[in-house]
């Protein structure tokens, strides 16, 4: 039968240039067992090899990376796991790779014959969230194609003096090194195991921007204002927005008063600054970030609304999703859009924000509801008094499927810079001669 | 995820000189019905959702006129360079109702997509088919007019930058890029380049026009923030006087404000602007105290 096909199979190799001509002959072969048509076949195995190149992709960009893309890097560990699938003994292969810019975990559903230590070059390459981190995926379609030792490439070792100003730590983290001072501390009693266990949880903060921390190793002598340097503290995530987590592996020390980089007095004083929402929107996730713009949009679910008693969804006609007929509690919150002219980012306003920001109170809101026997009412009073507005509003950011999204920690009307901003700007425009 | 597109900052002479458009810049797939469309400003922002706030100077019921469907609202929103125009039918009914009741003039608010409309060549009007549209306070049109003016003078400064180097398509493509800003917005700026033929005169006219509408709200921007210290001051001696240690009561506050000669969304705008700076607090809801 193959002799029927050569002229075909001779076709496809000459349109796939560079594709080992067995492996072409063996995929052809196998669809042709499958009495697939001839014309299917042939378009098959050419999408299949010739599958459009995806851009390369560094890792620190892998969270943003398109849904197949090539990447370069050193493997840095590789485990074969092997588990039942449908019957069927499957062997996958699990590790991490790093290139230049970071390290990440990879999952090989195919044998690619991977080897410790090896430098390769990863071909339609996709990524999937696991455990709220990126994770790189070799799949059916994924080509490795190994390449010739490279000492530029960083090897294990490197990645534990990696050392960040706090901002620039992101998801392709998995051990950093920085230096920050705490800003907030407290203890906890947590049982893990059955065991009882004394954690240290607080925020560490630099002149770039802060992150907040669990120390499950004891801090003797670190209080609310000490400058600490640290080494290989591992980086857990949550919504995109990275967390700092000491352990057995990561080591740290106060850091004398004169080597610190930054001055602790803008640190304590806590004063919120707010930074364009487009710097917002590159980031998968901000501790702690504040910003400044119009509401140009308030969101239907804004106003009076009901949630289940049991589990705090969101409940419409006294019906929860997981607990059935319940009474449900009233609460106020407001969903709105806030766009400051270089971005746009979802924020939301729990109760108390919400009551601060619409200006009148739940029972109110309530009030106006009943007055107008209309569930809209206090979304539609909302819109009038919220839209184009100026807010200031500070809490965690994270980007969804939906946006990037604000949950308020406070807000407030920005202050009355308005005629230092005008002096500043008529200084950049002197008047014509 | 399809981004939502930022409501861009402008003023109205530029807005109205936008006449370049496009169906898609980014896709390249042109049956991306997704793609937004999109007009390029002569300082190069790609503009699909614009933010203005104004004066609305002149609403007019288009639809009254014979022939005409039925509901049919144009406006005329003036910043201090020009006016924009907006329209809005039966598919935009709240704004409509909006501009229905309105009153004339008022400080007002538009959130909405800007609209291109070439009934034959040479003759191109732009205007806004609004989302949104509220009041809004003289303050907040001050501060649009600031956030607008910054924004605009950072675009004229690139421009002015990329001219005087004297590059030209790849190295001048290649130089945005090493700015950090990205292919869209790069594009957009070459394509602006390109079609208006901007040039120094342009830009430093542009910079005459923005100077001089700084000026225009530059009095108003002083006395308004005069009179809200003014506003917060009364405030904070009344709550002084009246309180007998248990705080007061939000009503008695207005009427002795009222007294004096504020008005109640005057006092109220104070009330607010006082407790976000921390300088009172509410003990119990409807009740104020001094810190």
């Known amino acids: ?433 | 995820m399809a981004e939502r597109e930022v409501a861009q900052r402008l003023f109205a002479r530029e807005f109205n000189d936008s006449t370049l458009s496009l169906t898609s810049v980014s896709s390249d797939d042109s049956s991306d019905v997704n793609s937004p469309n999109l007009l390029i400003s002569p300082t190069g922002v790609r503009i699909n959702r614009v933010f203005v706030a104004g004066v609305i100077t002149e609403v007019e019921n288009l639809g009254s006129e014979a022939g005409k469907e039925r509901d049919l609202w144009r406006a005329r929103i003036s910043d201090p360079t020009g006016v924009f125009i907006v329209y809005a039918g039966q598919y935009q009914p709240e704004a409509a109702i909006f501009l229905s009741t309105v009153e004339v003039p008022s400080y007002v608010g538009v959130v909405g997509k800007a609209r291109i409309y070439e009934p034959e060549k040479g003759s191109v009007f732009i205007s806004i088919r609004p989302e949104e549209i509220n009041d809004v306070e003289s303050a907040t049109r001050d501060r649009w007019v600031v956030d607008t003016a910054d924004l605009t003078l950072k675009r004229l400064d690139l421009l002015s930058e990329l001219l005087s180097s004297g590059m030209h398509g790849d190295d001048l493509a290649d130089s945005l890029k090493m700015k950090g800003i990205d292919f869209d917005s790069s594009e957009a700026i070459l394509d602006s380049l390109e079609f208006y033929g901007t040039d120094q005169e342009y830009i430093s006219e542009f910079k005459q026009s923005i100077r001089e509408s700084l000026l225009s709200i530059k009095e108003n921007a002083g006395v308004q923030i005069k009179q809200n210290e003014d506003t917060e001051n009364v405030i904070l001696e009344i709550l002084k006087e009246l309180d007998q240690g248990k705080g007061v009561q939000y009503s008695c506050l207005l009427e002795e404000a009222k007294l004096r000669g504020i008005r109640e969304d005057v006092s109220d705008t104070g009330v607010r602007s006082l407790l976000a700076k921390g300088e009172c607090y509410e003990p119990k809801i409807g009740i104020l105290k001094l810190i």
Not at chain 1, 233 to 240: E, I, K
Not at chain 1, 258 to 264: I, R, T, V, W
Not at chain 1, 361 to 370: C, H, L, R, T, Y
């Open chain 1, 1 to 433: 039968m193959n002799d029927k096909y050569a002229p075909h199979i001779e076709e496809l190799a000459k349109a796939l240039d560079g594709i080992d001509r067995d492996d072409i002959k063996n995929e052809f072969n196998k669809l042709i067992k499958f009495r697939v048509p001839l014309e299917e076949a042939k378009r098959t195995v050419l999408n299949k090899f010739s599958s459009k190149e995806g851009p390369e992709t560094k890792i620190k960009d892998i969270s943003q990376a398109p849904k197949s893309f090539t990447l370069k890097g050193r493997l840095i560990s590789v485990e074969e796991r092997s588990f039942v699938l449908k019957g069927e003994a499957v062997n996958l292969y699990s590790g991490k790779i790093a290139d230049e810019t970071g390290v990440c975990f990879f999952t090989a559903w195919n044998d690619f014959s991977l080897k410790e230590g090896d430098i390769i070059r990863i071909h339609n390459a996709y990524m999937k969230h696991w455990n709220n981190r990126p994770e790189i995926n070799f799949g059916q379609r994924s080509v490795v194609e190994k390449l010739p030792e490279d000492p530029s490439m960083p090897k294990n070792e490197q990645l534990f003096t990696r050392s960040k100003k706090i901002i620039e730590i992101n998801s392709s983290d998995m051990l950093v090194s920085s230096q920050g001072m705490v800003t907030e501390m407290y203890h906890r009693d947590v049982n893990i195991k059955g065991k009882d266990t004394k954690i240290l949880e607080g925020v560490i903060a630099d002149e770039t921007g802060k992150l907040p921390f669990t120390s499950w190793l004891p801090m003797d002598g670190v209080d609310i204002g000490s400058v600490i340097c640290f080494k290989a503290a591992h980086v857990r995530l949550f919504r995109g927005i990275p967390s700092l987590n000491f352990t057995n592996e990561s080591s740290w020390e106060m850091l004398p008063k004169d080597q610190c980089l930054f001055s602790k007095q803008d640190l304590i004083s806590d004063e919120p600054k707010s930074i364009p929402i487009a710097f917002v929107l590159e980031k998968d996730g901000i501790f702690d970030v504040a910003v400044t713009g119009n509401i140009i949009s308030v969101r239907p679910g804004s106003g009076i609304i009901e949630r289940c008693p049991v589990c705090n969804r969101v409940i419409q006609n006294n019906i929860c999703r997981a607990h059935g007929t319940v009474t449900g509690v009233k609460d106020m919150r407001i969903k709105a859009i806030l766009d400051d002219g270089t971005g746009a980012v979802y924020i939301m306003l729990n109760k108390e924000l919400s009551e601060t920001v619409f200006g009148k109170s739940m029972d109110e809101a309530e009030n106006i509801m009943k007055a107008s026997m209309s569930k809209d009412a206090v979304f539609e009073s909302m819109k009038r008094s919220l839209i184009g507005s100026y807010l200031s509003v500070r809490g965690n950011s994270s980007k969804s499927e939906f946006g990037t999204t604000i949950v308020a920690r406070s807000v407030w009307l920005p202050e009355d810079d308005l005629l230092s901003r005008l002096e500043c700007l008529l200084l950049k425009l002197p008047e014509d001669d």
